[in-house]
T-cell receptor, first 113, second 115 residues
Framework: KQEVTQIPAALSVPEGENLVLNCSFT??????LQWFRQDPGKGLTSLLL?????REQTSGRLNASLDKSSGRSTLYIAASQPGDSATYLC????????????FGKGTKLSVKP | GAVVSQHPSWVICKSGTSVKIECRSL??????MFWYRQFPKQSLMLMAT?????????EQGVEKDKFLINHASLTLSTLTVTSAHPEDSSFYIC???????????FGQGTRLTVV
């Protein structure tokens, strides 16, 4: 069964800290992996997309890495800000444009000013 | 990035009535759209895959007669919750692929409350 696990479930840090969110998946034959941000009661905002052939992607203060062999991805957030507070979801695509995403349960991040 | 618009963002309806939720890809065409459901403090669970011009594919345990999906054009998919009951209250969210890089974009979600 294809499963996606995110650790930790919740994280609280003071403003300015660098932090790492973890995502693991059971089946390494992925097509790509996406990190999303979800604010309470809102939809999902795509943060980073990593294709299976890539090892990392960067956007601003965010850096996502992918290690298919170990079934892991990490999302690194540098110099965290209170505005980064949200739930971060990792989703794995196994079927390409015909497939759906399998989501982890998310990491709820709280950045204290 | 691409934009997926979902409407309404929230709706309250009486038990037994039907509710229609629209999902539009605003600046790209989407032959396939996906409908998810999210319960409080839970992750997104796929309900069905909506295919333009053909029948939707439903996940196991999802009642196709209750959750009617229509994908009549390359930019619009609709989900109709028929004969809604309080247990149907949830957050419904759609997504569409940007095919060129297989990146998924999501709508804003619809909070459905059945009273």
């Amino acid at each position: 069964k294809q499963e996606v696990t995110q650790i930790p479930a919740a994280l609280s840090v003071p403003e300015g800290e660098n932090l790492v969110l973890n995502c693991s998946f059971t089946d390494s034959a992925i097509y790509n992996l996406q990190w999303f941000r979800q604010d309470p009661g809102k939809g999902l905002t795509s943060l980073l997309l990593i294709q299976s052939s890539q090892r990392e992607q960067t956007s601003g203060r965010l850096n996502a890495s992918l290690d298919k062999s170990s079934g892991r991805s990490t999302l690194y957030i540098a110099a965290s800000q209170p505005g980064d507070s949200a739930t971060y979801l990792c989703a794995v695509n196994y079927g390409g444009s015909q497939g759906n995403l399998i989501f982890g349960k998310g990491t709820k991040l709280s950045v204290k000013p | 990035g691409a934009v997926v618009s979902q409407h309404p963002s929230w709706v309250i309806c009486k038990s037994g009535t039907s509710v229609k939720i629209e999902c539009r890809s605003l600046d790209f065409q989407a032959t396939t759209m996906f409908w998810y459901r999210q319960f409080p403090k839970q992750s997104l669970m796929l309900m069905a895959t909506s295919n333009e011009g053909s029948k939707a594919t439903y996940e196991q345990g999802v009642e196709k007669d209750k959750f009617l999906i229509n994908h009549a054009s390359l930019t619009l998919s609709t989900l109709t919750v028929t004969s809604a009951h309080p247990e149907d209250s949830s957050f419904y969210i759609c997504s569409a692929w940007l095919v060129m890089n297989t990146e998924a974009f999501f709508g804003q979600g619809t909070r459905l409350t059945v009273v």
